[in-house]
């Protein structure tokens, strides 16, 4: 960032409504401050209906034999907390920071499309009601894990074309508040806020909501073919009429793998804007940062089969995918090795959203380290479809996504509501999440390479211990994220008491959020703010 | 380029939310009906009239509000980039559809016939299910799917569709020209035959589906062939027809007086989808029909 506000004009015209009365304020608003908050709190809401699935899990898993759930019960589990937590809880979670900073941060008076931003949210509702309703139909939810592989999901039962038509409106939803982004970004900055001035949260949406637009359709695509394959005759995954299963697994990873992008890019945006502001120092590399991003969303489209080493590739096909996906361990790494030299000589302070932004740091990088551990094609034969990518997949998405989601709703509480937040209590927050998910997960990692299968009810006695550990883990993981939720209200009733402006010690000089007034007025930037380039920022 | 000042910012709006609502009792009826309920097709025509209405009142909330010049040019460009990037989206649908073609003819049938063109699993599957299987393009696969079928050939009816869309290309650019020009009648001409030939490629398809479906034996069920065919013209059809509509709607408006050479995004929006819909036909013609 080098960018700071020579002077903003705060002046309202007449045309400046004030946010309607009442619970309509919220069904019919176009504010970007009211959608994001709808985004933010919503998917608050579904992290704890889908960590109760993920709780439910665990205590089947707590110790061998059946206890609690029946087999396709858990299996209805597995899948419904993937997809609540990835489309219900992750993505809007981010989208919700996109809708509230996006504007503030390009000194842009709203988002560009602010009807089709109401539309977004509603689709986004609407797609996970018609998920949830799944769970009271006949045959149960979805169980045939998240991915949804035939031709196991075409047995699902009243539930299938419940839940496809549910990926299609989350869709929409996606694409939609894609194209809302993209347009705000290229359309809506301030005079003097060049791309390269953008804070890095901007720069990774954008290219985030490339992702999406280019992977969403290929998602409904897919769905569309199970949907029609079960009820209309086709055959796309029928080898008797000429398909193949493989090709929706193909379909499948050409969204799924950006998918998991689409989770994380955002997450180092808001991680390479927290850092700089605790450590005090700009952020390094910021030009490298911005291609690092471009890099990996490019290479995220071409490494999609390392999810299928074990299918049955020709040789040629393995190599391939495998070498593409150590690529990415590059870029990646360029940015863990930015982050440590942003922290390097830096006047560091510890306040919450820095500690859940260092852990960051440490914990995803786990996650990328097996990550290119699977991404060796002949072990990866071994760790396929074990605990082992359960573990992976959990570091790069809980200790990383989550955590820095966390850290966002520290960072930016006082912004959003004029309070701070009680320090004591977010760092107890942050302390007992950062300890418990690594019993929660940590042992996983060794249950997968002593061979057990992810997604199953009963297990091996030989794995009860780690099973135990993980599931104490789970628990206390589980509890501790109720703390978040006191925070959040406490602050909201006024918290340790109200905050200046620029909350974080010169934080005005990273982003332009903290140079409006804490709470942020429910309009910005009406007039442009001006932007001036200085040498350090 | 400062779009800032008089960017238009709505403060409420009752359409998206009661639209999405419509949107979601149509799926969720579909669904039922599929599920074998009664109340189903009910439900599902209920959500599909609402969902209609109330995106045209939103419409037509835009068009009223762009008519009284409450969009500035900063406005126009968002709805310019917005509708860019749909049309992108759209695009990345067909690929999947274009892609699971090219799939099945390269990679899942060379596997299923003899001598698959790689190694692996569709060897064995061969060897041991249908060892009989050749590979050949059109199939309905080892199994026969949906029983024996002629295939869609490219010279007759497609033909003459792929003439009437090129040519529907040319009447929409030719009455772009007519707005440009402020020459009314050259645009209400130009988009009359573009919608004229729009509904009659359509009028054309639905006849070659009949044909298919009575004569030749040719149905969704007839493989991977049938599969990829319908899919792939079927939703084409679809966004014609949908493309045709807008383009009427453009019409009426430009019949009422809508449109200057300098304001007229919802024109623009629509040719692009029409030349977007024209070149996903060249796509299939050649790629469905001629290959
Ligand atoms: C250094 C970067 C990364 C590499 C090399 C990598 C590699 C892999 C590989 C090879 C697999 C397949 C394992 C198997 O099924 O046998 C996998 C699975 C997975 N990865 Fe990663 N990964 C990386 C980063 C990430 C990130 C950043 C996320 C999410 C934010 C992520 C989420 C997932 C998920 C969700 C799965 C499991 C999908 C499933 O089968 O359900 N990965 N990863
Ligand atoms: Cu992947």
């Known amino acids: 960032m080098s960018a700071v506000v020579a002077e903003h004009d705060d002046h309202h015209d007449h045309h400046d409504h004030g946010p309607e009365k009442g619970i309509l304020r919220w069904i019919i608003t176009t504010n970007h401050k009211d959608i994001g908050t709808l985004y933010l709190v919503f998917a608050l809401i579904m992290f704890f209906v889908g960590g109760t699935m993920a709780l439910i899990i665990r205590s089947e898993l707590f110790e061998p034999g059946l206890q609690f759930v029946d087999p396709n019960f858990f299996n209805s589990m597995t899948t419904m907390h993937a997809l609540v937590m990835v489309f219900g809880a992750v993505m809007p979670a981010f989208v919700g920071l996109a809708n509230w900073m996006i504007p503030m941060m390009i000194g842009a008076p709203d988002m560009a499309l602010p009807r089709m931003n109401n539309m977004s949210f509603w689709m986004l509702v609407a797609g996970v009601l018609l998920l949830a309703s799944t769970l009271f139909m006949e045959g149960g939810a979805p169980a045939a894990g998240w991915t949804l592989y035939p031709p196991l999901v075409l047995q699902t039962g009243k539930a299938f074309p419940f839940a496809i038509f549910s990926v299609h409106m989350l869709g929409i939803s996606s694409i939609m508040g894609a194209i809302n982004v993209i347009a705000t970004i290229f359309n809506m900055r301030a005079p003097g806020m060049t791309l390269m001035k953008m804070p890095l949260f901007v720069w990774t949406w954008l290219i985030t909501a490339f992702l999406l637009i280019a992977i969403m359709p290929v998602f409904a695509g897919a769905v569309t073919m199970l949907l029609t394959d079960r009820f209309f005759d086709t055959s796309f995954f029928d080898a008797a009429g000429g398909g193949d299963p493989v090709l929706y697994q193909h379909i499948f990873w050409f969204f799924g793998h950006p998918e998991v992008y689409v989770m994380i890019l955002p997450t180092f945006g808001v991680a390479s804007t927290i850092i700089p502001v605790f450590a005090r120092k700009p952020l390094f590399g910021y030009a490298s940062m911005v291609y690092a991003t471009g890099a990996i969303a490019f290479l995220s489209f071409i490494v999609w089969a390392h999810h299928m080493f074990t299918v049955g590739l020709p040789v040629a096909g393995e190599l391939y995918f495998m070498y593409a996906t150590m690529l990415i361990a590059i870029p990646t790494g360029v940015k863990v090795f930015n982050w440590t030299a942003t922290m390097w000589k830096g006047s560091m302070t510890f306040e919450t959203p820095m500690l859940f932004s260092i852990a960051f740091v440490v914990l995803f990088t786990m996650g990328g380290f097996t990550g290119l551990m699977m991404s060796v094609a002949p072990s990866d034969f071994q760790y396929h479809d074990t605990y082992f990518i359960v573990a992976h997949f959990h570091y790069t998405l809980v200790p990383a996504s989550i955590f820095i989601l966390m850290a966002a709703g520290y960072y930016w509480l006082p912004k959003w509501t004029g309070n701070m937040y009680n320090e004591k209590i977010g760092q107890l927050h942050f302390w007992l999440s950062a300890i418990s998910v690594n019993i929660l997960f940590f042992p996983q990692h060794f249950l997968g390479l002593a061979g057990m299968p992810r997604r199953i009810p009963d297990y091996a006695i030989q794995f009860a211990d780690w099973n135990m550990v993980s599931s104490i883990g789970a628990f206390i993981y589980g509890f501790s994220q109720l703390l978040f939720v006191y925070i959040v209200i406490d602050t909201i009733r006024g918290g340790t008491g109200k905050v200046t402006a620029e909350v974080w010690e010169d934080a005005g000089k990273h982003s332009l959020e903290w140079t409006v007034p804490s709470p942020a007025p429910y309009h910005t930037f009406t007039t442009p703010p001006e932007i001036i380039p200085t040498e350090h920022f | ?291």
Request: glycine content about 14%; aromatic content about 18%.
């Open chain 2, 1 to 291: 380029m400062s779009t800032h000042g008089a960017y238009y910012i709505p403060h409420k709006a009752v359409w998206p939310v009661l639209a999405t609502a419509g949107l979601m009792l149509m799926l969720a009826g579909f669904a039922n009906h599929l599920n074998g309920s009664a109340i189903g097709s009910g439900m599902m025509l209920t959500g599909f009239v609402a969902f209609l209405v109330m995106l045209g009142l939103w419409f037509a909330l835009q068009s009223t509000e762009s008519e009284s010049g409450m969009y500035n040019h900063g406005v126009g460009i968002s709805y310019r980039m917005g509708m860019m990037w749909f049309i992108f989206s759209e695009v990345m649908f067909f690929a999947v559809f274009f892609g699971a073609l090219w799939y099945a003819r390269n990679i899942s049938i060379p596997h299923l016939g003899e001598g698959g063109m790689l190694s692996g699993p569709g060897r064995s599957t061969h060897d041991v299910l249908w060892p009989a299987f050749q590979a050949v393009w059109p199939t309905n696969g080892p199994g026969n799917v949906g029983g024996e079928f002629e295939p869609m050939g490219a010279f007759g009816l497609p033909f003459i569709n792929t003439l009437l869309l090129l040519s529907s290309g040319v009447t929409c650019t030719w009455a772009h020209h007519g707005l440009l020009a402020k020459n009314r009648d050259q645009l209400i001409k130009g988009l009359l035959a573009t919608v004229g030939l729009g509904f009659l490629f359509v009028a054309f398809q639905a006849t070659e589906y009949y044909e298919a479906y009575h004569e030749m034996g040719l149905t969704l069920g007839s493989g991977i062939y049938g599969s990829t065919f319908f899919m792939l013209t079927g939703f084409h059809g679809f966004h014609v027809c949908v493309g045709a509509i807008i383009l009427s709607v453009v019409l009426f408006r430009s019949w009422k007086g809508h449109f200057t050479p300098e304001n007229h995004f919802a024109f623009e929006a629509a040719a692009w989808y029409w030349h977007f819909v024209d070149v996903v036909w060249l796509g299939l013609f050649i790629f469905v029909y001629i290959m």
